[in-house]
C-alpha cells in the first residue's frame, strides 16, 4: 500500500505519537511507533505542510501547540510548585514528566495525576509532597458535592448509640502525611508572602471543598481519628485508635476536634 494512501485509524495513531511526546517533533518522528506507521522521508508525501512550509514544520506547529496546551495545564493545577521553583525549573521537571506521561485521557483534568509520583524518582522530596498538595486540592475541586452535617446534628446522637455511630465523610476530604512542612510552604504562596523550601517536619493535612478549596494542619491522634473515621470506621473505634489511654486533655482534644471537623462541614451524614 502507498503510504499515500494510510488508513485514516493509522494517520491518526501517528499523529497522536508525534504530537504527544518532545522535546520536539524531529524526535517525535524517531520514536520507534511513529517510525513503524511513517518513516521521516515518507511524511512529505502524506502531508501537505501549510504554504511555504514543508509537512514536518506544519506538524511541528501542532507539537508545539499541543505541547504548550499540556505544559499550560500542569501551572494551572500546580500554581504554588511553579511558584516555588521558578518558571524555567517547573518547565525543566513538567517536560521530563509528560515524556514519560503523555496525556492519555480526554480530559486534562487527570494529566497531573502520577506527577507526584513522578518527582519521588527525579526530584527534592519537598517537591513531591507539595505537588502531592495540589493534586489533592484539584481532586477535592473535582469532587461531588453532598450535604453536611452541623455540630448540632452531631449532639442529637444519643449516648448509648454514640461509639457505633459512623460518620461519613464529604466526597471532597482528602487526608495527606508529608515529611516536610509544605502545608506552610502553600499557605506563604496563597498569602503571597516570600518562599522558602520548607523545613523538615512530619505534617499532617487535611483537604476539603468549602466555599473554597481549604487545608488545615493537624496534630497526630486527631489526625489519627479523622483518618479512621474518613476510613468507615466506628467512633469509637476511631477514637480508640487515636487514644488508647484517654487523658481529661484528650477527651478535651477529641471534642474540640469533632466540633471543629462538623463545623467545617467534613460530615455528610450519620450513620446508626
Do not use: C
Not at 500554581?79 to 518547565?91: D, N, S, Y
Not at 522558602?196 to 491522634?221: D, N, S
Request: hydrophobic share 45%; no cysteine; aromatic share 6%.
Amino acid at each position: 500500500m502507498s503510504r499515500s494512501e494510510l488508513p485514516l485509524a493509522e494517520l491518526q495513531r501517528w499523529m497522536v505519537e508525534v504530537i504527544s511526546h518532545g522535546p520536539d517533533v524531529e524526535h517525535s518522528l524517531q520514536r520507534p511507533v511513529a517510525r513503524e506507521l511513517l518513516r521521516p522521508d515518507e511524511v512529505a508525501a502524506l502531508i501537505k505542510g501549510p504554504g511555504p512550509l514543508g509537512a514536518v514544520a506544519g506538524v511541528g506547529i501542532y507539537h508545539r501547540m499541543y505541547q504548550l496546551r499540556l505544559r499550560e495545564a500542569l501551572e494551572i493545577d500546580f500554581p504554588a510548585l511553579q511558584a516555588a521553583l521558578g518558571k524555567e525549573r517547573f518547565l525543566e521537571l513538567a517536560n521530563g514528566y509528560l515524556e514519560v506521561h503523555p496525556s492519555r485521557s480526554w480530559t486534562l483534568n487527570r494529566l497531573g495525576d502520577d506527577w507526584p509520583a513522578h518527582l519521588q524518582k527525579v526530584a527534592e522530596p519537598w517537591i513531591a509532597e507539595l505537588a502531592q498538595l495540589e493534586l489533592e486540592q484539584t481532586l477535592a475541586i473535582q469532587s461531588p458535592a453532598s450535604p453536611r452535617i452541623s455540630p448540632a446534628d452531631l449532639a442529637q446522637i444519643p449516648p448509648d448509640q454514640f461509639a457505633d455511630a459512623h460518620l461519613r465523610p464529604i466526597p471532597s476530604l482528602r487526608l495527606m502525611v508529608a515529611e516536610h512542612d509544605v502545608l506552610r510552604l502553600y499557605l506563604a504562596y496563597r498569602d503571597d508572602q516570600p518562599l522558602r523550601p520548607p523545613a523538615p517536619e512530619r505534617t499532617r493535612i487535611a483537604i476539603y471543598r468549602g466555599e473554597r478549596t481549604e487545608q488545615f494542619g493537624l496534630l497526630e491522634a486527631p489526625f489519627t481519628m479523622l483518618q479512621a473515621l474518613a476510613g468507615g470506621r466506628s467512633l469509637g473505634e476511631a477514637i480508640e485508635a487515636a487514644y488508647p489511654e484517654p487523658t481529661e486533655a484528650d477527651a478535651e482534644e477529641l471534642q474540640a476536634s469533632l466540633a471543629d471537623w462538623t463545623s467545617r462541614g467534613l460530615f455528610a451524614g450519620v450513620e446508626l
